[in-house]
């Protein structure tokens, strides 16, 4: 028996951060890593057959279509405006992966868990053994409201969080399109419901980073310091070798050339100025009313 194969894995890794912090190309490079395991969009349609996971081990071996599937060729990690071939949506990606932990016991945020955390921790185990993984890494906004109930299931588990300025968050979030049909955790409907009541569409974009990160701060109030990680969207894309290694090295994966290589291959554009260009001062404004106490205590706006 090898010494892999012999030594107990690392607990799992969660990610947290507001919506459009950069969660989802963190993820997607983490999983680049030989020894990571993920939830792939095979394993979100049939939650119930874990072992599925077998399939991680396919994207290795067809590289260029890696990029392409995953990251659009380049540093994306979402592709918007044109349809994917059939190719492209039946290869082997990580995904989020919602109705793999509903279907083992986590319920949506604010609905009522149903199993106990045995379930989910098995069909993690499954499906990291299955990958041939070693440390199984999960990005799913939700996490951000049930970090409670993820260290129900695994109480060694270590989380990283991911923080972006808000205002470059809040611009963001208005261009996606999924975001008016969204439902709200922390207000009952979607911005499209209350953009019909005649709620400030920048309000709500600004409100929901600030929601998101009181729930994260609530939920790792209850995680060790050593178990938490925080790190910066802008450090991210200006070294991002750096910190991929250092959250490679927190979550127990081991220092890796053939990582480092694929790595090399994206690119990590910084587009956090954007909103600077883009936004009328009126509308920064507004945005910066919302939001004013949580830039500053995370030091975007000083003074």
Known sequence: MTARTASPSPPPLFLLGAARSGTSLLYKCLCLHPDAAWVSNWVRRYPAAPRLGVLNRLPARFPKARTAVWFGGGGN?????????????????????????????????????????????????????????????????????????????????????????????????????????????????????????????????ARNWVAELDAIAGGLGQVEPPRRLRIAYEDFVSAPTDVLDEVAGFAGLPPSAEWHRRLATLSFPDRNETWRARLEPAVVRRIETFQDSHLREHGYVVG
């Open 77 to 205: 990690a979402y592709v918007y405006g044109t349809p994917r071939r059939l190719a492209e949506r039946v290869f082997p990606m990580p995904v989020e992966g919602e109705p793999f932990f509903n279907r083992h016991g986590v319920a949506p945020p604010g609905g009522d868990d149903t199993d106990g955390p045995s379930t989910l921790a098995a069909a993690v185990a499954s499906v990291t053994r299955a990958s041939g993984g070693r440390v199984f890494v999960s990005k799913r906004i939700a996490h951000n409201w049930r970090v409670p109930r993820l260290v129900a299931s695994f109480p060694s588990a270590r989380f990283v969080e991911l923080v972006r300025d808000g205002r470059a968050v809040a611009y963001s979030l208005s261009r996606v399109d999924w975001w008016e049909s969204s439902e709200l955790v922390w207000l009952p409907g979607t911005p499209a419901d209350w953009h019909r009541q005649g709620m400030d569409p920048w309000e709500l974009c």
